[in-house]
Protein backbone atom coordinates (compact mmCIF):
# COMPACT_ATOMS: atom_id res chain seq x y z
CA UNK A 1 0.00 0.00 0.00
CA UNK A 2 0.97 3.76 -0.66
CA UNK A 3 0.12 4.82 2.89
CA UNK A 4 3.29 2.64 4.08
CA UNK A 5 5.74 4.33 1.27
CA UNK A 6 4.19 7.98 2.05
CA UNK A 7 4.94 7.72 5.58
CA UNK A 8 8.08 8.85 5.43
CA UNK A 9 8.08 11.21 3.22
CA UNK A 10 5.22 12.87 5.15
CA UNK A 11 7.38 12.60 8.22
CA UNK A 12 10.25 14.15 6.40
CA UNK A 13 8.71 17.20 5.35
CA UNK A 14 6.54 17.65 8.71
CA UNK A 15 10.12 17.70 10.23
CA UNK A 16 12.26 19.75 7.89
CA UNK A 17 9.65 21.73 5.28
CA UNK A 18 9.55 25.46 6.88
CA UNK A 19 6.61 28.09 6.70
CA UNK A 20 6.23 29.10 3.40
CA UNK A 21 7.65 32.61 4.51
CA UNK A 22 10.78 30.74 5.26
CA UNK A 23 10.92 28.83 2.15
CA UNK A 24 10.96 32.27 0.29
CA UNK A 25 13.55 33.35 2.53
CA UNK A 26 15.93 30.94 1.93
CA UNK A 27 14.84 30.51 -1.84
CA UNK A 28 15.95 34.25 -2.09
CA UNK A 29 19.34 33.85 -0.58
CA UNK A 30 20.00 31.10 -2.63
CA UNK A 31 18.99 33.03 -5.73
CA UNK A 32 21.54 35.89 -4.46
CA UNK A 33 24.16 33.51 -4.25
CA UNK A 34 23.51 31.10 -7.61
CA UNK A 35 23.77 34.38 -9.60
CA UNK A 36 26.94 35.49 -8.10
CA UNK A 37 28.83 32.33 -8.53
CA UNK A 38 27.48 31.03 -11.72
CA UNK A 39 26.70 34.21 -13.63
CA UNK A 40 29.26 36.46 -12.25
CA UNK A 41 27.43 39.31 -10.98
CA UNK A 42 28.30 41.51 -7.75
CA UNK A 43 25.89 41.40 -4.70
CA UNK A 44 25.03 44.92 -5.10
CA UNK A 45 24.16 44.51 -8.76
CA UNK A 46 22.05 41.19 -7.98
CA UNK A 47 20.37 43.21 -4.50
CA UNK A 48 19.15 46.14 -7.63
CA UNK A 49 17.79 43.21 -9.78
CA UNK A 50 15.74 41.69 -6.54
CA UNK A 51 14.53 45.30 -5.65
CA UNK A 52 13.63 46.00 -9.17
CA UNK A 53 11.52 42.86 -9.56
CA UNK A 54 10.21 42.86 -6.17
CA UNK A 55 7.30 45.06 -7.03
CA UNK A 56 6.42 43.48 -10.57
CA UNK A 57 3.08 40.73 -9.43
CA UNK A 58 1.10 43.60 -7.46
CA UNK A 59 -1.80 42.87 -9.98
CA UNK A 60 -1.45 39.07 -9.89
CA UNK A 61 -0.99 39.34 -5.75
CA UNK A 62 -4.33 41.31 -5.95
CA UNK A 63 -5.95 38.52 -8.42
CA UNK A 64 -4.93 35.74 -5.82
CA UNK A 65 -6.09 37.73 -3.22
CA UNK A 66 -9.56 37.88 -4.63
CA UNK A 67 -9.21 34.42 -5.81
CA UNK A 68 -9.30 33.19 -2.39
CA UNK A 69 -11.81 35.77 -0.59
CA UNK A 70 -14.11 36.27 -3.99
CA UNK A 71 -14.05 31.57 -3.88
CA UNK A 72 -15.05 32.22 0.16
CA UNK A 73 -17.56 34.61 -0.08
CA UNK A 74 -19.18 32.43 -2.87
CA UNK A 75 -18.86 29.17 -1.22
CA UNK A 76 -20.06 30.22 2.06
CA UNK A 77 -23.30 31.42 0.70
CA UNK A 78 -26.41 28.97 1.52
CA UNK A 79 -27.12 27.98 -1.80
CA UNK A 80 -23.42 27.23 -2.86
CA UNK A 81 -22.89 25.04 0.31
CA UNK A 82 -26.23 23.43 0.01
CA UNK A 83 -25.14 22.12 -3.25
CA UNK A 84 -20.88 21.23 -2.08
CA UNK A 85 -22.90 19.39 0.58
CA UNK A 86 -25.06 17.54 -1.89
CA UNK A 87 -22.14 16.66 -4.00
CA UNK A 88 -20.14 15.20 -1.00
CA UNK A 89 -23.06 13.34 0.17
CA UNK A 90 -22.21 11.06 -2.72
CA UNK A 91 -19.51 10.01 -0.92
CA UNK A 92 -19.67 7.54 2.12
CA UNK A 93 -16.70 6.50 3.09
CA UNK A 94 -12.89 7.92 3.54
CA UNK A 95 -11.58 6.61 0.50
CA UNK A 96 -14.52 7.23 -1.50
CA UNK A 97 -14.13 11.13 -0.33
CA UNK A 98 -10.38 11.20 -0.93
CA UNK A 99 -11.25 9.91 -4.81
CA UNK A 100 -13.59 12.27 -5.17
CA UNK A 101 -12.33 15.42 -4.08
CA UNK A 102 -9.56 14.78 -6.39
CA UNK A 103 -12.07 14.29 -9.59
CA UNK A 104 -13.38 17.31 -8.55
CA UNK A 105 -10.37 19.63 -8.16
CA UNK A 106 -8.84 17.91 -11.27
CA UNK A 107 -11.75 18.89 -13.34
CA UNK A 108 -12.39 22.37 -12.18
CA UNK A 109 -8.38 22.71 -12.39
CA UNK A 110 -8.74 21.51 -16.42
CA UNK A 111 -11.08 24.36 -17.02
CA UNK A 112 -9.41 27.17 -15.41
CA UNK A 113 -6.53 27.23 -12.46
CA UNK A 114 -8.13 29.79 -10.25
CA UNK A 115 -11.30 27.84 -10.14
CA UNK A 116 -9.80 24.42 -9.70
CA UNK A 117 -8.00 25.90 -6.86
CA UNK A 118 -10.62 27.36 -4.93
CA UNK A 119 -13.28 25.12 -5.57
CA UNK A 120 -11.05 22.16 -4.83
CA UNK A 121 -10.59 23.52 -1.23
CA UNK A 122 -14.32 24.17 -0.70
CA UNK A 123 -15.40 20.92 -1.61
CA UNK A 124 -12.83 19.20 0.83
CA UNK A 125 -14.20 21.72 3.83
CA UNK A 126 -17.88 20.20 2.83
CA UNK A 127 -16.73 16.41 2.22
CA UNK A 128 -14.82 16.71 5.80
CA UNK A 129 -18.40 18.22 7.62
CA UNK A 130 -19.99 15.11 6.98
CA UNK A 131 -17.47 12.20 6.86
CA UNK A 132 -14.55 11.55 9.12
CA UNK A 133 -11.25 11.39 7.18
CA UNK A 134 -8.07 12.28 6.93
CA UNK A 135 -8.36 15.65 6.71
CA UNK A 136 -4.65 16.43 5.49
CA UNK A 137 -4.70 13.67 2.76
CA UNK A 138 -7.82 15.33 1.66
CA UNK A 139 -7.05 18.92 1.34
CA UNK A 140 -3.56 17.52 -0.88
CA UNK A 141 -5.94 15.84 -2.73
CA UNK A 142 -7.51 18.94 -3.10
CA UNK A 143 -4.43 20.58 -4.07
CA UNK A 144 -3.15 17.47 -6.24
CA UNK A 145 -6.09 18.45 -9.01
CA UNK A 146 -3.87 21.74 -9.98
CA UNK A 147 -1.36 19.67 -11.54
CA UNK A 148 -3.11 19.10 -14.96
CA UNK A 149 -3.95 23.26 -15.08
CA UNK A 150 -1.33 23.91 -17.61
CA UNK A 151 -2.60 21.46 -19.70
CA UNK A 152 -6.13 22.60 -19.74
CA UNK A 153 -8.15 24.90 -21.59
CA UNK A 154 -6.95 28.18 -19.08
CA UNK A 155 -3.07 26.88 -20.27
CA UNK A 156 -0.99 30.28 -20.15
CA UNK A 157 1.73 28.83 -22.73
CA UNK A 158 -0.92 27.48 -25.07
CA UNK A 159 -2.54 30.15 -25.19
CA UNK A 160 0.10 32.59 -25.69
CA UNK A 161 1.79 31.04 -28.71
CA UNK A 162 -1.82 30.44 -29.77
CA UNK A 163 -2.78 34.21 -30.06
CA UNK A 164 -1.76 36.54 -32.84
CA UNK A 165 1.53 38.90 -32.59
CA UNK A 166 2.81 37.31 -29.35
CA UNK A 167 6.10 37.72 -28.34
CA UNK A 168 7.92 34.95 -29.94
CA UNK A 169 5.68 34.78 -33.43
CA UNK A 170 8.31 35.68 -35.59
CA UNK A 171 10.51 32.56 -34.64
CA UNK A 172 7.74 30.31 -34.83
CA UNK A 173 4.19 31.94 -36.15
CA UNK A 174 1.06 30.93 -34.43
CA UNK A 175 -0.06 28.18 -33.26
CA UNK A 176 -3.04 26.78 -32.69
CA UNK A 177 -4.36 24.70 -29.73
CA UNK A 178 -4.97 21.53 -31.62
CA UNK A 179 -1.07 21.12 -31.62
CA UNK A 180 -0.76 21.29 -27.77
CA UNK A 181 -4.18 21.91 -25.71
CA UNK A 182 -5.94 19.07 -28.16
CA UNK A 183 -3.10 17.47 -29.57
CA UNK A 184 -2.87 13.10 -28.68
CA UNK A 185 0.03 13.95 -26.60
CA UNK A 186 -1.23 15.74 -24.09
CA UNK A 187 -4.84 14.51 -24.09
CA UNK A 188 -3.44 11.21 -23.03
CA UNK A 189 -1.42 12.68 -20.64
CA UNK A 190 -4.77 14.43 -19.16
CA UNK A 191 -6.49 11.06 -19.10
CA UNK A 192 -3.84 9.27 -17.36
CA UNK A 193 -3.39 11.70 -14.72
CA UNK A 194 -7.24 11.57 -14.46
CA UNK A 195 -6.94 8.01 -13.56
CA UNK A 196 -3.71 7.58 -11.68
CA UNK A 197 -3.73 10.54 -9.48
CA UNK A 198 -7.58 9.65 -7.66
CA UNK A 199 -6.13 6.23 -7.19
CA UNK A 200 -2.90 7.15 -6.15
CA UNK A 201 -4.45 9.28 -3.38
CA UNK A 202 -6.63 6.80 -2.38
CA UNK A 203 -3.61 4.17 -1.73
CA UNK A 204 -2.21 7.13 0.37
CA UNK A 205 -5.17 6.96 2.74
CA UNK A 206 -3.54 5.75 6.24
CA UNK A 207 -5.61 3.59 8.57
CA UNK A 208 -8.65 5.05 11.10
CA UNK A 209 -6.16 4.66 13.61
CA UNK A 210 -3.50 6.73 12.00
CA UNK A 211 -6.14 9.38 10.59
CA UNK A 212 -6.06 13.00 11.72
CA UNK A 213 -9.62 14.40 11.94
CA UNK A 214 -10.00 17.84 11.12
CA UNK A 215 -11.01 20.15 14.42
CA UNK A 216 -14.81 20.97 13.51
CA UNK A 217 -13.95 24.70 14.94
CA UNK A 218 -11.99 25.38 11.42
CA UNK A 219 -15.12 23.74 9.27
CA UNK A 220 -17.01 26.18 11.43
CA UNK A 221 -18.33 28.97 8.52
CA UNK A 222 -21.75 29.01 9.11
CA UNK A 223 -22.60 32.42 7.60
CA UNK A 224 -24.73 35.06 10.30
CA UNK A 225 -28.21 35.39 8.16
CA UNK A 226 -29.61 37.67 11.33
CA UNK A 227 -31.49 40.45 10.98
CA UNK A 228 -30.98 43.78 13.33
CA UNK A 229 -32.50 47.06 12.36
CA UNK A 230 -31.08 49.61 14.74
CA UNK A 231 -30.26 52.89 12.85
CA UNK A 232 -31.32 54.13 9.13
CA UNK A 233 -28.10 52.93 7.89
CA UNK A 234 -28.82 49.47 8.90
CA UNK A 235 -32.20 49.71 6.34
CA UNK A 236 -28.93 49.88 3.29
CA UNK A 237 -26.71 47.34 4.89
CA UNK A 238 -29.75 44.73 4.75
CA UNK A 239 -31.15 46.02 1.39
CA UNK A 240 -31.81 43.44 -0.98
CA UNK A 241 -32.62 45.64 -3.42
CA UNK A 242 -29.34 47.20 -2.81
CA UNK A 243 -27.42 44.26 -3.78
CA UNK A 244 -29.27 42.74 -6.39
CA UNK A 245 -29.32 45.87 -8.38
CA UNK A 246 -25.71 45.77 -8.42
CA UNK A 247 -25.29 41.96 -8.61
CA UNK A 248 -27.39 41.31 -11.79
CA UNK A 249 -25.63 43.95 -13.66
CA UNK A 250 -22.62 41.97 -12.97
CA UNK A 251 -24.41 39.14 -14.21
CA UNK A 252 -25.17 40.95 -17.37
CA UNK A 253 -21.78 42.10 -18.16
CA UNK A 254 -20.34 38.48 -17.71
CA UNK A 255 -23.12 37.37 -20.22
CA UNK A 256 -22.60 40.29 -22.90
CA UNK A 257 -18.96 39.29 -22.39
CA UNK A 258 -19.38 35.73 -22.96
CA UNK A 259 -21.60 36.64 -26.28
CA UNK A 260 -18.83 38.42 -27.26
CA UNK A 261 -16.25 35.31 -27.59
CA UNK A 262 -14.81 36.19 -23.98
CA UNK A 263 -12.57 33.30 -22.79
CA UNK A 264 -12.32 32.63 -18.95
CA UNK A 265 -9.19 33.83 -17.35
CA UNK A 266 -7.82 35.15 -14.03
CA UNK A 267 -10.51 38.46 -13.71
CA UNK A 268 -13.39 36.76 -15.24
CA UNK A 269 -13.70 34.31 -12.79
CA UNK A 270 -12.49 36.95 -10.05
CA UNK A 271 -15.68 39.18 -11.34
CA UNK A 272 -18.08 35.65 -11.64
CA UNK A 273 -16.79 34.82 -7.90
CA UNK A 274 -17.65 38.44 -6.74
CA UNK A 275 -21.15 39.14 -8.51
CA UNK A 276 -22.58 35.63 -7.77
CA UNK A 277 -21.60 36.11 -4.13
CA UNK A 278 -23.24 39.40 -4.08
CA UNK A 279 -26.46 38.40 -5.36
CA UNK A 280 -26.52 34.91 -3.67
CA UNK A 281 -25.90 36.60 0.38
CA UNK A 282 -28.87 38.77 -0.34
CA UNK A 283 -27.64 41.41 1.43
CA UNK A 284 -24.70 43.54 2.01
CA UNK A 285 -23.90 43.61 5.63
CA UNK A 286 -24.05 39.29 5.29
CA UNK A 287 -21.84 39.79 1.93
CA UNK A 288 -18.86 41.74 4.56
CA UNK A 289 -19.67 39.75 7.08
CA UNK A 290 -18.26 36.63 5.04
CA UNK A 291 -15.86 38.95 3.58
CA UNK A 292 -14.31 39.42 6.99
CA UNK A 293 -13.70 36.25 7.58
CA UNK A 294 -11.96 35.10 3.73
CA UNK A 295 -9.36 37.90 4.53
CA UNK A 296 -8.10 36.67 7.52
CA UNK A 297 -6.39 33.91 5.33
CA UNK A 298 -4.81 36.12 2.83
CA UNK A 299 -2.17 37.08 5.05
CA UNK A 300 0.61 34.50 3.33
CA UNK A 301 -0.44 36.10 -0.42
CA UNK A 302 0.07 39.36 1.02
CA UNK A 303 3.53 38.90 2.29
CA UNK A 304 5.14 35.97 0.13
CA UNK A 305 3.71 37.15 -3.47
CA UNK A 306 6.50 40.36 -3.54
CA UNK A 307 9.29 38.32 -2.23
CA UNK A 308 8.75 35.57 -5.30
CA UNK A 309 8.78 38.70 -7.67
CA UNK A 310 12.31 39.47 -6.47
CA UNK A 311 13.37 36.35 -7.03
CA UNK A 312 11.80 35.79 -10.96
CA UNK A 313 13.66 39.06 -10.87
CA UNK A 314 17.05 37.77 -9.84
CA UNK A 315 16.46 34.71 -12.12
CA UNK A 316 15.93 36.67 -15.29
CA UNK A 317 17.73 39.61 -14.97
CA UNK A 318 20.99 37.52 -13.89
CA UNK A 319 20.78 35.11 -17.09
CA UNK A 320 20.48 32.43 -14.11
CA UNK A 321 17.17 30.55 -15.74
CA UNK A 322 18.17 30.80 -19.43
CA UNK A 323 21.50 29.24 -18.20
CA UNK A 324 19.70 26.58 -16.39
CA UNK A 325 17.30 25.74 -19.71
CA UNK A 326 20.84 26.18 -21.78
CA UNK A 327 22.53 23.57 -19.70
CA UNK A 328 19.71 20.46 -20.61
CA UNK A 329 19.31 21.71 -23.92
CA UNK A 330 22.83 21.07 -24.29
CA UNK A 331 22.52 17.39 -23.73
CA UNK A 332 19.41 17.04 -25.76
CA UNK A 333 18.47 15.20 -28.77
CA UNK A 334 15.14 15.69 -30.77
CA UNK A 335 13.54 12.58 -29.25
CA UNK A 336 14.56 13.83 -25.73
CA UNK A 337 14.47 18.06 -25.87
CA UNK A 338 10.82 17.77 -24.40
CA UNK A 339 12.01 15.54 -21.90
CA UNK A 340 14.96 17.87 -21.16
CA UNK A 341 12.57 21.23 -21.46
CA UNK A 342 10.27 19.52 -18.80
CA UNK A 343 12.93 18.64 -16.02
CA UNK A 344 14.66 22.41 -16.87
CA UNK A 345 11.00 23.91 -16.77
CA UNK A 346 10.25 22.30 -13.28
CA UNK A 347 13.32 23.33 -11.85
CA UNK A 348 12.96 27.08 -13.44
CA UNK A 349 9.59 27.14 -11.64
CA UNK A 350 10.74 26.57 -7.71
CA UNK A 351 12.08 30.33 -8.17
CA UNK A 352 10.01 31.40 -10.79
CA UNK A 353 6.21 30.29 -10.00
CA UNK A 354 4.96 31.81 -13.17
CA UNK A 355 3.71 30.15 -16.12
CA UNK A 356 3.63 32.94 -18.56
CA UNK A 357 6.98 35.09 -16.83
CA UNK A 358 8.77 31.14 -17.30
CA UNK A 359 7.97 31.28 -20.99
CA UNK A 360 9.47 34.36 -20.85
CA UNK A 361 12.62 33.21 -19.84
CA UNK A 362 12.59 29.77 -21.38
CA UNK A 363 11.38 30.27 -25.08
CA UNK A 364 14.53 32.19 -26.03
CA UNK A 365 16.46 28.85 -25.13
CA UNK A 366 14.01 26.08 -26.04
CA UNK A 367 12.59 27.46 -29.23
CA UNK A 368 15.84 27.60 -31.13
CA UNK A 369 17.26 24.50 -29.95
CA UNK A 370 14.06 23.18 -31.36
CA UNK A 371 14.57 24.43 -34.26
CA UNK A 372 18.33 23.36 -34.60
CA UNK A 373 17.60 19.82 -33.86
CA UNK A 374 14.61 19.30 -35.93
CA UNK A 375 12.21 19.18 -32.51
CA UNK A 376 8.75 19.66 -32.42
CA UNK A 377 8.01 22.90 -31.15
CA UNK A 378 4.40 22.36 -29.98
CA UNK A 379 5.59 19.68 -27.68
CA UNK A 380 8.73 21.50 -26.79
CA UNK A 381 6.09 24.34 -25.67
CA UNK A 382 4.10 22.16 -23.82
CA UNK A 383 6.85 20.67 -22.37
CA UNK A 384 7.78 23.59 -20.15
CA UNK A 385 4.00 24.11 -19.48
CA UNK A 386 4.29 20.80 -18.06
CA UNK A 387 7.16 21.32 -15.99
CA UNK A 388 5.24 24.60 -15.25
CA UNK A 389 2.80 22.86 -13.47
CA UNK A 390 4.90 19.72 -12.20
CA UNK A 391 6.50 21.36 -9.24
CA UNK A 392 3.70 22.83 -8.46
CA UNK A 393 3.21 19.87 -5.98
CA UNK A 394 6.62 20.74 -4.30
CA UNK A 395 6.38 25.12 -4.33
CA UNK A 396 4.30 26.24 -2.12
CA UNK A 397 3.22 29.59 -3.82
CA UNK A 398 0.29 28.19 -5.65
CA UNK A 399 -0.97 25.88 -1.94
CA UNK A 400 -1.29 29.22 -0.21
CA UNK A 401 -5.26 29.87 -1.33
CA UNK A 402 -6.07 26.35 -0.44
CA UNK A 403 -4.01 25.86 3.01
CA UNK A 404 -5.34 29.50 3.90
CA UNK A 405 -9.06 28.00 3.15
CA UNK A 406 -8.34 24.36 4.66
CA UNK A 407 -7.19 26.23 7.86
CA UNK A 408 -3.41 23.94 7.40
CA UNK A 409 0.11 24.53 7.02
CA UNK A 410 1.97 23.06 3.77
CA UNK A 411 4.10 21.10 5.69
CA UNK A 412 0.76 19.08 6.95
CA UNK A 413 -0.05 18.41 2.96
CA UNK A 414 3.31 18.48 1.31
CA UNK A 415 4.51 14.96 1.90
CA UNK A 416 1.84 13.51 0.08
CA UNK A 417 2.45 15.51 -2.71
CA UNK A 418 6.37 14.74 -3.04
CA UNK A 419 5.11 10.98 -2.90
CA UNK A 420 2.46 12.34 -6.46
CA UNK A 421 5.33 14.46 -7.53
CA UNK A 422 7.68 11.47 -8.35
CA UNK A 423 4.65 9.54 -10.15
CA UNK A 424 3.04 12.22 -12.03
CA UNK A 425 6.97 13.18 -13.45
CA UNK A 426 7.42 10.08 -14.77
CA UNK A 427 3.78 9.38 -16.36
CA UNK A 428 4.61 13.29 -18.25
CA UNK A 429 7.88 12.85 -19.24
CA UNK A 430 6.86 9.31 -20.84
CA UNK A 431 3.75 11.32 -22.45
CA UNK A 432 5.99 14.30 -23.99
CA UNK A 433 8.83 11.66 -24.79
CA UNK A 434 6.95 8.65 -26.20
CA UNK A 435 3.40 9.73 -27.12
Avoid at 62 to 69: A, E, G, K, R
Avoid at 218 to 239: K, Q, W
Wanted: aromatic share 12%; with cysteine.
Amino acid sequence: MLDRAARPMVKLVDKYLPDPYIFVLILTLFAFIAAMAFEGHGPMAVIEMWGNGFWSLLTFSMQMLLVLVTGFMLASTPFVRGILNRVAALASTPGQAIVLVTFVALIASWINWGFGLVVGALFAKALARQIKVHYPLLIASAYSGFIVWHGGLAGSIPLVIATEGHFTADVIGVIGTGETIFAFFNLAIIVALFIVVPLVNRLMLPSEEDSIHVDPAILDDEPDTSISINRPADHLENSRTLAWLVGFSGIAFIFQYFMNGGGLNLNIVNFMFLFLAIILHQTPKRLLGSLNEAVKGGSGIVIQFPFYAGIMGVMTASGLAASISSGFVSIATAQSLPFWSFISAGLVNIFVPSGGGQWAVQAPVMLPAAQELGASIPRVAMAVAWGDAWTNLLQPFWALPVLAIAGLKAKDIMGYCLMLLIITGVIISVGLTWL
